[in-house]
């Protein structure tokens, strides 16, 4: 079992930036392949981005691609996404296999971050 916590969601204004958190408590966090979903109002949950056990290799969805960025810190047992202005709830997972695009692949989740774009 993993139990994940987001962290550093809120009111972001538009043209502005945002870093979210992702902390893990449990089994060995670097056996896990760590992602980032998203969901906005009235649409289904997309995927993000995902990062390799070690932080070597990522992979983004692309609607993001060139604007977020995924990171992980394994001595802090954290993911990051840093990203631009996207109003949407953000989720981040975690998966037993690489390359895990779909949420189904992965096994555990957060609650939930929102981001709310201001203008």
């Known amino acids: 079992q993993v139990q994940l916590v987001e962290s550093g969601g809120g009111l972001v204004q538009a043209g502005g930036s945002l870093r979210l958190s992702c902390a893990a408590a449990?089994?060995?966090?670097?056996?896990?392949?760590m992602g980032w979903f998203r969901q906005a109002p009235g649409k289904e949950r997309e995927f993000v981005a995902t990062?390799?056990?070690?932080g070597g290799i990522t992979h983004y969805g692309d609607s993001v691609k060139g604007r977020f960025a995924i990171s992980r810190d394994n001595t802090k047992n954290t993911v990051y996404l840093q990203m631009t202005e996207d109003t949407a709830v953000y989720y981040c997972?975690?998966?037993?296999?690489?390359?895990?695009?779909?949420?189904?692949?992965?096994?555990?989740w957060g609650q939930g971050t929102q981001v709310t774009v201001s203008s």
């Open positions: 990062i390799h056990y070690s």
């Open positions: 449990g089994r060995t966090f670097s056996s896990y392949v």
């Open positions: 997972a975690a998966a037993i296999s690489w390359l895990p695009i779909s949420a189904r692949e992965y096994n555990y």
